[in-house]
């Protein structure tokens, strides 16, 4: 099993940066994909980024291309998200999201794990 817990979130201006951490525990971590997802108000929960086991292969939603970035330091069981050039279209909860395997996915099907999310707000 995998408990994931997010951080990072806030209020920051649009253009400004923000790095949001993943932290996973359990031993699964070493073996599978992770994703970060978000969820506007009023809206369905979307993917953002997503990272393969150990790590080459990264996807991205078209609408954050060239602004945000996914990586994951095994040693430390985390995995982050880079997010630069923020618009208030960004505003959302983020989640965090461990696969079923070691491919990355844009499907929400293909991830069983998922943190509380962690807000993040972009005024304009």
């Known amino acids: 099993q995998v408990q994931l817990v997010e951080s990072g979130g806030g209020l920051v201006q649009a253009g400004g940066s923000l790095r949001l951490s993943c932290a996973a525990s359990?031993?699964?971590?070493?073996?599978?994909?992770m994703g970060w997802f978000r969820q506007a108000p009023g809206k369905e929960r979307e993917f953002v980024a997503g990272?393969?086991?150990?790590?080459?292969?990264?996807r991205y939603a078209d609408s954050v291309k060239g602004r945000f970035a996914i990586s994951r330091d095994n040693a430390e069981n985390t995995v982050y998200l880079q997010m630069s050039s923020l618009k208030p279209e960004d505003t959302a909860i983020y989640y965090c999201?461990?696969?079923?395997?070691?491919?990355?996915?844009?499907?929400?099907?293909?991830?069983?794990?998922w943190g509380q999310g962690t807000q993040v707000t972009v005024s304009s």
């Open positions: 999201a461990a696969a079923r395997s070691s491919s990355t996915s844009t499907s929400r099907r293909d991830y069983n794990y």
């Open positions: 359990g031993r699964t971590f070493s073996s599978v994909a």
């Open positions: 990272l393969s086991w150990p790590g080459g292969v990264k």
